[in-house]
């Protein structure tokens, strides 16, 4: 009956749900809309970002820098570290957010219990690798054999939501963490970053010798130029048009994802596809152009985060 009870509690529908907020909750924090806490959870960490890429492990895990399967999405992410009184199990927690999923219609893509079902390195990817829990949350226990995981799915005229949570007890210090990642999935909004006009790429030529262009796309691993740069490349020509003198470097950059050698080849084969649209649709002569692809050698921000490997994905002009 107590375990019922704390289901109804922890269940929240979309339409119309609440959140909860307590004292001794980080500050900015709530719960998200779709769960409520646990009866006695406090919030030690908190980060929601309105679109970012999440990988959750949907099979056991026994080298971390090497996971044989992991659940690749985008979306709006939700990650929320909880804080239980010891009392409470990370059985009985698990089983009280299971029920509430499955009331709440979502399906089990994955779950499992201790370091032999879950990998000897789940833990450690989970709380260490930057790619399920932010590196900057606390609270992370490893070794403990109370360890239990689900990552469940639903799916609707909603939209799609994934939900991942790891349970794991603190005995020494009488406490039961829950870390909560949900994912929903929604439209990237891309037309947030204004194209630099042809005025402002050549101020930063003579400014500073070089020029990031922002609005040139690829999907990932392509070199493929996607419709949508067609602003940005429009602009670089009317420079070049404009500057019958200036010659450039086009410089493709990656973030550190994949072999070092994987990486030169898509820069320059990126760097190679901005040199011909240039060519081909805007009658810019090659012989002004050198393509130069230099995969991970010059970030500008960490790519230990998404946030930073997306700036690091660029193409720059650079005078010659």
């Known amino acids: 009956m107590l375990k019922k009870t704390i289901s109804s509690m922890l269940l929240v529908l979309l339409a119309g749900g609440v959140t909860t907020v307590l004292a001794a909750d980080v500050k900015g924090s709530s719960d998200h809309q779709l769960l ?43 990650s929320i570290s909880y804080r239980i009184p010891g009392e ?3 059985l009985e927690v698990f089983r009280n957010y299971e029920k509430a999923l499955q ?3 979502f399906e089990t893509l994955f779950a499992c219990h201790g370091p032999e079902a879950c990998g000897t390195d789940m833990m450690p990817f989970i709380s260490l690798e930057g790619r399920v829990r932010p590196q900057s949350f606390g609270d992370a226990v490893f070794g403990s054999a109370s360890e239990r995981i689900v990552l469940s799915r639903r799916s609707d005229e909603t939209g ?15 406490r039961t963490y829950l870390y909560q990642q949900i994912i929903e999935g929604t439209e990237l909004e891309l037309d947030q970053i204004k194209t630099l006009q042809a005025d402002e ?10 020029v990031a262009i922002p609005g040139i796309y690829f999907d990932s691993a392509k070199a493929e130029i996607k419709p949508e740069s067609s602003a940005a490349l429009s602009e670089m020509a009317k420079l ?17 994802q994949g072999s070092l050698d994987t990486n030169l080849a898509l820069s320059q084969s990126r760097a190679q596809a901005v040199v011909e649209a240039l060519r081909d649709s805007y009658s810019i002569d090659v012989a002004r152009l050198v393509a130069k692809g230099v995969a991970s050698f010059s970030p500008v921000a960490s790519n230990a985060q998404e946030a930073g490997r997306s700036r690091n994905r660029r193409v720059e002009l650079v005078v010659q």
């Open 240 to 256: 070049l048009t404009s500057n019958a003198g200036l010659k450039v470097y086009v410089v493709g950059h990656t973030d550190n």
């Open 160 to 174: 799609e939501v994934h939900v991942f949570l790891h349970v794991v007890e603190d005995t020494p210090n009488n």
């Open 88 to 90: 409470h199990s990370a």
């Open 201 to 210: 790429l050549q101020q930063s030529l003579e400014r500073h010798g070089y």
């Open 36 to 78: 409520n806490r646990f009866p006695g959870a406090e919030i030690r960490s908190y980060l929601q970002k309105n679109y970012d890429a999440a990988s959750l492990p949907r099979a056991k895990i026994d080298d971390r820098k090497a996971p044989s399967e992991l659940l690749e999405l985008e979306g709006k992410v939700t």
């Open 103 to 105: 009331q709440g219609g």
